[in-house]
């Protein structure tokens, strides 16, 4: 739908089934738990097969705003990044922030892996009701900004669910990413 450079990366926005994807990790909008539930979440769990629960047990949860690695098993992607993001209330109780602790925590651990390419999902966005227009901002401006803590990722896909939040991810990738962005 949309791409973009950004120094020697390329940022993608595109409507697809993440768990399809060929890239090095896709990030899952998880629960604490990190044990499947809906969405995203429910659909990882099932096209990666029984060892990702088994592995996502060891790690004994995630709290909101941080992230966890684990291998990807049956998906095309190496790897599957958790991440636990905000449930909305009004936006009085740092859910911005949370937010974009999801994907600041990713992209950090996409340096520490020496991961090449990531793709994220719309994070809280579905049964965390976070607002979608907010949410496609934080998401991008935040993914650029820590693209300096991941210098080896050379290629950032926003994958969206449907064509509304692929269009909200596109306007901010277009904003963020034009000569007097940065």
């Not at 450079?5 to 595109?14: S, W």
Request: aromatic share 4%; net charge positive; proline share 4%.
């Amino acid at each position: 739908m949309l791409s973009r450079r950004i120094g020697g990366v390329e940022l993608d926005v595109v409507v697809a089934d993440i768990t399809t994807l060929s890239v090095d990790a896709i990030v899952n909008a998880a629960n604490t738990s990190l044990l499947g539930g809906g969405g995203v979440d429910g659909a990882i769990h099932r096209a990666a097969g029984p060892d990702l629960v088994a592995e996502c047990r060891m790690l004994h949860g995630c709290k909101t705003g941080d992230a966890k690695i684990t291998k990807g098993y049956r998906l095309k992607a190496a790897h599957v990044i958790h991440t636990v993001g905000p449930v909305w209330n009004g936006g009085t109780l740092g859910e911005d922030g949370l937010l974009a602790s999801c994907y600041r925590r990713s992209m950090e651990l996409c340096g520490k892996h020496k991961l090449t390419s990531v793709a994220f999902p719309a994070i809280s966005t579905g049964i965390f009701r976070f607002p979608a227009d907010r949410a496609a901002d934080i998401a991008v401006r935040t993914t650029i900004e820590g693209l300096a803590a991941a210098p080896s990722v050379t290629r950032v896909v926003f994958c969206c669910f449907a064509e509304p939040s692929a269009k909200l991810h596109a306007e901010a990738l277009a904003q963020h990413s034009s000569p007097c962005a940065r």
